[in-house]
């Protein structure tokens, strides 16, 4: 495995205005109406929640397009009931939008979990990292017994993911739309940036049956 990282020495400011123009040209050579389509509305059938990581992009590792998936994304793909971003767009998202699917995408690496595990200070967003640490300790007997630092990050990687699909669970936003009938399920990614690679959690849910009495809304 080569050690090098991808090269960005030729990214400039000009650079990406310059990267507009080709990427209109290309669309408008695929499809005269692209932007036309775009500009009359939007119904994606997914909200993503992933990492802020500019390694994973949603669109491009799912082969996707814009105007097919609607967009979250936070250092380490955090699910925080009291975060008014993510509520807005989720809000949005399952009652404006009707997703059918929300997808919470962590991925092995991920530089906000290995903060988290450590006991450095990094400033303001140790308060963000709080919330992993609380995975952690959730999951600290399987997660102790680990040796090798960087399984025990993949798992703690793995362990965040299925967390916050709970957190996602628990809101009432999510809770209401089951309520109602709509149409709705939740799942947990892992992206491997060392193959491209997305792994299904296995957490797909779209019910509260198996959720903690104490969390569940009538
Ligand atoms: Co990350």
Redesign the pocket.
């Known amino acids: 495995m080569s050690s090098q990282i991808h090269d960005t020495s030729h990214i400039t400011y000009e650079g990406l205005l310059e990267g507009n123009k080709k990427f209109i040209e290309g669309a408008l050579a695929e499809d005269p109406e692209y932007f036309d389509k775009l500009a009359n509305g939007q119904k994606p059938p997914v909200l993503w929640i992933g ?3 500019s390694r ?1 992009p949603a669109n491009q590792i799912t082969n996707t397009a814009p105007g097919e998936i609607f967009v979250h994304r936070n ?3 955090m699910v925080i009931h009291s975060d008014m971003n993510m509520l807005s767009v989720l809000d949005y998202a399952v009652n404006v939008l009707k997703v059918k699917h929300v997808i919470v995408t ?2 092995y ?5 290995n903060a988290a595990m450590g006991n450095n200070q990094f400033g303001l967003i140790d308060n963000w990292l709080r919330h992993i640490k609380d995975v952690y300790r959730l999951h600290a007997d399987e997660l102790d017994a680990i040796t090798d630092e960087t399984e025990r990050s993949n798992r703690l990687v793995e362990l965040n993911v299925i967390e916050n699909v709970n957190n996602l669970c628990k809101t009432s936003i999510v809770q209401n739309a089951w309520t109602n009938g709509q149409e709705l399920s939740v799942h947990g990614w892992v992206y491997s940036l060392s193959t491209g690679a997305i792994s299904d959690m296995k957490v797909s849910t779209s019910s509260n049956e198996k959720m903690d009495a104490v969390f569940k809304f009538k």
């Open positions: 990492c802020a990581d994973v250092i380490a793909n962590g991925h690496g991920c530089g906000g979990v």
